[in-house]
């Protein structure tokens, strides 16, 4: 059994690591948060959960992906430094008419998030099917030590949007 000293330290310790660790969701704007929903109850502690976000492209208008990723509960998950796992599901779709902003590079990062309080980030990297006109996006995560093989992929064809008429060729687009 721990003394309450000591159980004040570890709170204390635990809750510096969570202000060390900042925002988990920091690299590029801050995504859009859809809905949580509980899949684990804990009694005294927040649950585990899977929550739905939101983000646009920065480069590319006119196109959305949402992530689904689990959110670890207990007393870890409460403050900040519960390392995530790798599971994350992803679906990109055209909303508007797309419209490029930059050139960008086949892999470009749209979003990257930290998943652990050092090692492990997730990232959603984007490319392009230059003979198919579609944008592809991937997302998987990686660790300083070891990656994980667990990803997602989704793709957005490049459509007319309404009266424009002819939809843009990402190839057109992409650097080098």
Same mark, same amino acid.
Not at 131 to 144: H, P
């Given at each position: 059994?721990?003394?309450?000293?000591?159980?004040?330290? #570890?709170?204390?310790?635990?809750?510096?690591?969570?202000?060390v660790a900042g925002s988990a969701r920091a690299d590029s704007g801050d995504p859009d948060l859809i809905?949580?929903?509980?899949?684990?109850?804990?009694?005294?502690?927040?649950?585990?959960?899977?929550?739905?976000?939101?983000?646009?492209?920065?480069? #590319?208008?006119?196109?959305?992906?949402?992530?689904?990723?689990?959110?670890?509960?207990?007393?870890? $998950?409460?403050?900040?430094?519960?390392?995530?796992?790798?599971?994350?599901?992803?679906?990109?779709?055209?909303?508007?008419?797309?419209?490029?902003?930059?050139?960008?590079?086949? $892999?470009?990062?749209?979003?990257?998030?930290?998943?652990?309080?050092?090692?492990?980030?997730?990232?959603?990297?984007? $490319?392009?099917?230059?003979?198919?006109? #579609?944008?592809?996006?991937?997302?998987?995560?990686?660790?300083?030590?070891?990656?994980?093989?667990?990803?997602?992929?989704?793709? #957005?064809?490049?459509?007319?949007?309404?009266?424009?008429?002819?939809?843009?060729?990402?190839?057109?687009?992409?650097? $080098?």
């Amino acid at each position: 059994m721990l003394s309450i000293r000591s159980r004040s330290f #570890v709170l204390g310790a635990l809750a510096a690591f969570a202000l060390v660790a900042g925002s988990a969701r920091a690299d590029s704007g801050d995504p859009d948060l859809i809905f949580r929903k509980s899949t684990v109850f804990k009694l005294l502690t927040p649950n585990d959960k899977l929550a739905t976000y939101a983000i646009d492209d920065p480069s #590319v208008e006119g196109v959305a992906c949402y992530y689904t990723i689990p959110e670890k509960g207990g007393v870890a $998950g409460m403050f900040g430094v519960a390392e995530e796992a790798s599971d994350v599901s992803l679906a990109c779709r055209q909303y508007a008419p797309i419209k490029f902003k930059d050139k960008f590079e086949q $892999g470009d990062v749209v979003f990257r998030e930290r998943r652990s309080l050092i090692f492990k980030r997730m990232q959603i990297v984007r $490319g392009c099917d230059a003979k198919r006109n #579609v944008l592809v996006y991937m997302v998987y995560s990686d660790k300083l030590i070891e990656g994980s093989p667990k990803n997602s992929t989704s793709t #957005v064809p490049i459509q007319p949007w309404g009266a424009s008429g002819e939809a843009l060729k990402c190839a057109d687009f992409v650097k $080098g």
